[in-house]
């Protein structure tokens, strides 16, 4: 055929153009890998990133499911046959060979567990087992067994380490449990503050109103309901700014059934704030102290402004009153817990607000007596770990 040749150099070129790219990928390749440094840097890059990975796992603790995961990166660190993670009941994961050992491991771990000493074990089968025992707060919570054909004093080292290392993720879970748990404490302390004063008072204004204005005291029954429900559920840790303003609306409407035209209120609400998620009952107790400590003790009517708006990647709220005020000092020593007084709900929500979110997120208070008292709270607007 007359155009052979030229389909022939045509096919040559293709060839030599992907041999040319194949070639320049592979160069990419080896450089991207040279830019991570020196064998040492990339071990230990590689070293991190397994641990980096393992930590994720073990954030809720000594639970099968992170475990078997965690199991997989932990083994890759060490270098051993097979890896196993205890608790002190039962083997939470194992990954590697030699599972014929796994319903034996609680055998062969039970003198560890018992004095908290590493021990190296001989096996049933041609695998030895060096066992090292999970430390958390001075006790033996669990173990790590590493399984390999020889155990030298590397291996005996680095499974100890590890071991101390896994309990530092099991210590770390249990402090963000405590502290979940040191957080529905004070919100039962905050409904418990709640409850006897204004659950009397609310009570006293509806049968008030039962002889003279019926409808009025139905319609404020149907709105204690409401509140007293919000207030007293059992479910979850964090709510809507929005759903904590309508909780505050039937607060105060029952309020204002109690002191009449001396609560005014005034409300200034950035829609796009709305849907941002805040700690439980951590704004009603700012407005019940604007009503209790500032407005009941003032004589004549008196005036609570709520604000809520956005500060580029925080929400702010503000709740202000023009009431009798507080001693400043005596606010500090009752917010630092130095002293007990009439604020300890705002003690309750700054110090909750500071567990939630760190020290700045703390409730910023100006007062003084006579002056009125305006108190600033703030969250950030993105909280992926918080449902409301």
């Not at 009517?301 to 009153?321: F, L, M, N, Q, W």
Request: charged share 20%.
């Amino acid at each position: 055929m007359p155009d052979s040749p030229l389909l022939t150099a045509s096919a040559i070129a293709v060839i030599v153009l992907a041999v040319a790219a194949a070639v320049g990928a592979g160069l990419m390749v080896i450089r991207s890998f040279r830019d991570l440094g020196t064998e040492s840097e990339r071990a230990i890059y590689k070293t991190l990133h397994a641990a980096s990975r393992a930590g994720a796992h073990l954030r809720t603790g000594l639970q099968p499911a992170g475990a078997a995961k965690a199991s997989k990166q932990l083994r890759l660190l060490l270098g051993c046959d097979a890896l196993a993670i205890t608790d002190l009941d039962t083997v939470l994961a194992w990954d590697g060979v030699a599972e014929e050992l796994k319903p034996h491991l609680m055998a062969l771990a039970a003198p560890v567990l018992a004095d908290g000493r590493t021990a190296v074990l001989e096996t049933a089968s041609s695998l030895k087992a060096v066992i090292a025992p999970i430390r958390a707060d001075n006790r033996v919570a669990g173990c790590v067994a590493a399984f390999a054909p020889h155990a030298g004093a590397g291996l005996v080292r680095a499974t100890g380490e590890l071991a101390g290392w896994v309990a530092t993720q099991v210590e770390l879970a249990e402090l963000d449990a405590s502290r979940t748990l040191l957080m529905e404490a004070e919100v039962r302390a905050l409904r418990a503050q709640i409850s006897p004063h204004f659950i009397y008072n609310s009570l006293n204004a509806i049968a008030s109103f039962i002889n003279t204005d019926p409808a009025r005291a139905r319609e404020l029954v149907v709105e204690f309901a409401d509140f007293t429900r919000y207030s007293f559920r059992r479910h979850g840790d964090f709510t809507t700014l929005a759903e904590e303003l309508r909780s505050i609306d039937r607060y105060l409407l029952l309020e204002r059934a109690r002191f009449g035209d001396r609560v005014q209120v005034s409300l200034q609400i950035a829609p796009e704030v709305l849907s941002t998620v805040i700690p439980f009952l951590s704004l009603q107790p700012l407005v019940e102290n604007a009503v209790r400590h500032g407005l009941e003790a003032k004589e004549g009517p008196g005036h609570i402004t709520i604000r809520a708006y956005d500060s580029g990647a925080d929400a702010e709220v503000t709740v202000e009153d023009d009431g009798v005020g507080m001693d400043p000092e005596i606010l500090r020593s009752v917010l630092a817990g130095h002293a007990d007084g009439e604020h300890v709900g705002l003690r309750n929500v700054d110090a909750r607000l500071r567990q939630v979110y760190g020290d700045d997120y703390g409730l910023v208070i100006e007062t003084a007596p006579g002056e009125g008292t305006l108190i600033t709270l703030r969250v950030p607007k993105s909280q992926p770990r918080h449902d409301a």
